[in-house]
């Protein structure tokens, strides 16, 4: 009998997902955090993350808004972090 890891149940996932056409993102993010939309420019609040479509649900900074969701993100840079502090500072949170 063959004792499998965690990890070498992990590589097997990933290699069968690959060859499925299913790649995870490089990074999830937890929520809460900063997350960068790349594709609107914006950045917003991670509140919400489903696994099998590899897609986040963004909240504006400044709470004025909906919810959004992307498949198309990075965590921010210094720049970015930078504005969502002013955002958030104007918004009064």
Request: aromatic share 4%.
């Amino acid at each position: 009998m063959v004792h499998r890891t965690g990890e070498d149940r992990q590589r097997r996932q990933n290699l069968a997902d690959a060859s499925a056409g299913i790649v995870p993102p490089a990074w999830v993010p937890n929520l809460g955090v900063l997350v960068k939309d790349v594709s609107r420019g914006e950045v917003g609040t991670a509140v919400g993350w489903d696994g099998p479509t590899g897609t986040v649900t963004l909240a504006p900074l400044n709470g004025d808004g909906d919810d959004w969701e992307t498949t198309e993100f990075k965590p921010p840079n210094e720049v970015d972090r930078l504005c969502a502090r002013m955002v958030k500072a104007k918004a009064g949170k």
